[in-house]
T-cell receptor, first 114, second 107 residues
Framework: KAGVTQTPRYLIKTRGQQVTLSCSPISGHRSVSWYQQTPGQGLQFLFEYFSETQRNKGNFPGRFSGRQFSNSRSEMNVSTLELGDSALYLC?????????????FGQGTRLTVV | GQSLEQPSEVTAVEGAIVQINCTYQTSGFYGLSWYQQHDGGAPTFLSYNGLDGLEETGRFSSFLSRSDSYGYLLLQELQMKDSASYFCALLADKLIFGTGTRLQVFP
């Protein structure tokens, strides 16, 4: 069974630009969550999508958005990039999210904003 | 809100036992999970405690005490490959992670 796939693995963008990251969950998994990981802040929850609907949202500005498609693939978008958005963005899939006890993470997308 | 605290770094030698503590504040949760992340890698699931007490999985054990708002991960017979960051995470309607503990194992 293929794991969680995130593309691209690395990205360099300029301040003010926007970026779209992609996540393909494990086949059959319907929940996709996104996290931002930085050295000082650890993994911070961005949002979770389940069956194409945003089910939970973290404490991030509206510049961060996402969506999920009918095949459970998910994208997240960051508009008007700031230097502080430089981070590793991880997505995690699980069968149902919520009380599902195990989440499977992708390798992440390393975003650098210059 | 929910928050979790872990020591930032722990060091130990091969063959030793190490305990990584996690204290939390939350209004409600289903259980406490632990994840391992090697440098440059993805976090991987290690264990989950839905109930108070000890869960054992090979060399790793995890413990939860809801009355003390406390949990720990116990790693036995440490190996060099155990050098990684370890995160506790509260499972509520979403997973909320602690800031992680970097474990360095020395020969």
């Amino acid at each position: 069974k293929a794991g969680v796939t995130q593309t691209p693995r690395y990205l360099i963008k300029t301040r003010g630009q926007q970026v779209t990251l992609s996540c393909s969950p494990i086949s059959g998994h319907r929940s996709v969550s996104w996290y931002q990981q930085t050295p000082g802040q650890g993994l911070q929850f961005l949002f979770e999508y389940f069956s194409e609907t945003q089910r939970n949202k973290g404490n991030f500005p509206g510049r961060f958005s996402g969506r999920q498609f009918s095949n459970s693939r998910s994208e997240m978008n960051v508009s008007t990039l700031e230097l502080g958005d430089s981070a590793l963005y991880l997505c995690a899939s699980s069968a149902t999210g919520g009380r599902n006890t195990e989440a499977f993470f992708g390798q992440g997308t390393r975003l650098t904003v210059v | 809100g929910q928050s979790l605290e872990q020591p930032s770094e722990v060091t130990a030698v091969e063959g030793a036992i190490v305990q990584i503590n996690c204290t939390y504040q939350t209004s409600g949760f289903y259980g406490l999970s632990w994840y391992q992340q090697h440098d440059g890698g993805a976090p991987t699931f290690l264990s989950y405690n839905g109930l108070d007490g000890l869960e054992e999985t090979g060399r790793f054990s995890s413990f939860l005490s809801r009355s003390d708002s406390y949990g720990y991960l116990l790693l036995q017979e440490l190996q060099m490959k155990d050098s990684a960051s370890y995160f506790c995470a509260l499972l509520a309607d979403k997973l909320i992670f602690g800031t992680g503990t970097r474990l360095q194992v020395f020969p």
